[in-house]
Nanobody, 121 residues
Framework: QVQLVESGGGLVQAGGSLRLSCAAS????????MGWYRQAPGNQRELVAI???????NYAGSVKGRFTISRDNAKNTVNLQMNSLKPEDTAVYYC???????????????WGQGTQVTVSS
């Protein structure tokens, strides 16, 4: 079993910054993808940013140039630095990972519990 623990959400004014962190622990052989999704009220969950174990990244168009995703493979952590935040960034942000688990090395996906980000205008 794999657990994801998120931290760093909160309330910030438009134009401000927040940093989200997510730590994976448990029966992990390796982690390929790590990323962040978000879901605003009444909307579907959407991709924000993902990063591979090799460091390749992909961002939603709405956050490019403002958000930066990074990871520490040794610590199984992924971070999302969010700058120039806008009210439309308000959502619950979820950490997501694709893990090859022990002992069978089978691939599974996991979600964090979600952390609220609120941007006031």
């Amino acid at each position: 079993q794999v657990q994801l623990v998120e931290s760093g959400g909160g309330l910030v004014q438009a134009g401000g910054s927040l940093r989200l962190s997510c730590a994976a622990s448990g029966s992990i052989f390796s982690i390929n993808l790590m990323g962040w999704y978000r879901q605003a009220p009444g909307n579907q969950r959407e991709l924000v940013a993902i990063i591979t174990s090799g460091g390749s990244t992909n961002y939603a168009g709405s956050v490019k140039g403002r958000f930066t995703i990074s990871r520490d493979n040794a610590k199984n952590t992924v971070n999302l630095q969010m700058n120039s935040l806008k009210p439309e960034d308000t959502a619950v942000y979820y950490c997501h990972t694709q893990v090859r688990s022990l002992p069978l090395r089978d691939v599974s996906t996991y979600w964090g519990q979600g952390t609220q980000v609120t941007v006031s205008s």
